[in-house]
DNA sequence: ATAACGGATTGGCGCGCAGC
DNA sequence: GCTGCGCGCCAATCCGTTAT
């Protein structure tokens, strides 16, 4: 069905340009008019175009070019076949897993084949050849090692550092998890290229059809997996739906919504109150960066984005500068062509509008000025507009919250495909990693989540405090600001997978009290097998009664233990909950202590946190792997 | 719900330089 | 050589998102 003039050049293109080919053509042959002779035509027009945009993507991702096998890194694991990097493999989830693996195969040969010498800093040594080695495999395979800290004082934690480095580098859900990125930046990226993201007919504004078709199936997937689960509080065996927790937390786009409108509302209160001013701010990037421009130079909106964020960090840093005192929200919007640009509303005192009006306007036009000369007269209104707030015209929020219901989910907009154009502007966020929304100046809303967690009860102990979490409850989003000064969120550290150190959000901190309000540790467990994980938390509970009255446990050396020191009131607990042999336990042992999470059943996994043994429901995919066997 | 992670923002620290 | 200052970088922190 192709052309002599398709079928030359067909080969010579990447495998993801052929098959948005293969789907115009057959797209267009669908059509009631397709007639042999407007076919022809259409097809050589579409491989004319595919020729000239080929060259961008196999720029951007070498291992799309079919004719330069050069570029095909292959991964030896020694023990399995080699896997390459290449159109096939990306697009295929089990083959990235069979890379993931021989890459972790082949970084663990490294880690054995390494002399360690003699001298303090040997380790070391051995770690970072190590280290440099892997991320050099990782280019390769256009994947970005984990980052390091660059400076340590103490040799020890430096060695931590990079093992722990190394640790995630040697984990196949990590490496599956950057593939898993890599292909829709691949995807999108080479749509944009092909001209599929646009305003006209052909295309889909912000991202492409495809793209867009594959997030909404994602988020299908996502939905169903939200709708099978149960979420089970450890202390108490309480379970909740899942779903019933999503709808009423800031997963839920109407939330999330109504959650910003507040903040801007109350943003608007304190600028009235200051007696300060807004400035509504429009904010676009050179053509340059523009899909649609001529002068595109083949950037993706990601690296646009960062553009434009790398020039509003550079006018907030003169407002410091300056001393000019602001507040207010950023919000990241794409262009049809995908290319993104951002409003700001901003409150200001009148004195320091000007300035700060200034500052923004020279950094806006300081790339690419001669863009903006028309008949010798400086225009900057294509780069940058500036409104001034007037009281007279309405609220700021009101102008605010338009853009804030365009980006989510187009509740009570007027146009009709407001629904559609907010879903395409998530997506096309979700695909780039473009964060949306921004406010600055303001305490931080994790604080006043937590404090409107709290119950009456809670906070009843001091007047100031009961007050405040009114102002939270009821909305006052101004209010909390003026009185959140001592009130602080409160963490609890934790070690987890990696052996590193991440902390968790457990209420917030009132003077020196601290307020708990997500104190209980949940998990999620099938729907369908909540009775069982009941079940097995009620024998671990018993066991480790018993265990605990005969025994004493110690809490030390959570880090390298030496093997056989654990205390034995571990092994006799893990026992009677296993049923496994001493030796089976035995094996437990130290990944628990240096804070792994050990799968015992389909049901549980145990681990060992703060000095407490903690037990789990196991995660998503029932392939429990049994260590002791 | 949680963990992990990426991104944005803020504050602090160190470095270099000018002025004493 | 000391001090103060500005600048840029780094680390810590928080926010938002995804995967489970």
Redesign the pocket.
Known sequence: MLTPFAHHFMPKLPRIVQDDVHFQVSGRSRRANATRENMTLFINDTVKHALKWAPVIEHKFPFADLRVNASHQRVHSGARSSVTLNHETLMCDDAIERLAVNLTEMFTRQIQMIQVEDGETAYLNALKTVFVGISKDLRTVHLTPPPL???HTLLAEAEDELERAIC?CL?V??LV??F??LRTQYIEYSQIALARVGDRKSQHAYLSRRSFARWEK?QQE?AR??KAMS?VCHETGET?D?AE??K????NPEN?RIE?VVRSRGDEERAVEMGYEGVFVNWTLPSKYHRNADKWTGCTP?EA??VL?AK??LA??WFQ?LDIHWFGL?V?EPHKDGTPHAHMFLYVHPDQKAALVSIIESVAIDEDKHELMINGALNISPRITIKHCDPALGTATGYIIKYISKNINGAHLPEGDAAHTALSA?AW??IH?????????S??????RQIRRASKEDVAFDAQLADLHEHCDKSRWSRFCQDVQDA??A?ET?I???G?T???VRGFMWHDIIIET?G?????VPTAKVDTWKAARHAVAIALKKARRAFPWSTENKCNPPPYSAPTGIEHALITVTGWSLKGVQCLISPLLRGATVPIDNALSLSWRDGELQTHAV???QTTKDPSR
Do not use: C
Not at 248 to 251: L, Q
């Open positions: 800290k660059k400076k995630r984990d859900k990590y998890r950057k898993t990125f994602k996502a997996f939200v979420v909740f899942l927790v999503v009423r937390t800031t997963a999330r910003l990601k984005h960062e964020m509003w960090r907030r840093a500068k950023r990241a998530t966020a979700r990693r473009i964060k949306q929304f921004s406010q600055s100046g305490p931080p809303v994790g604080l006043w602080q969120l963490y934790r987890n997978g990696y590193e991440v902390k968790k997500a209980k540790d949940y998990s999620l995660r998503g995919a």
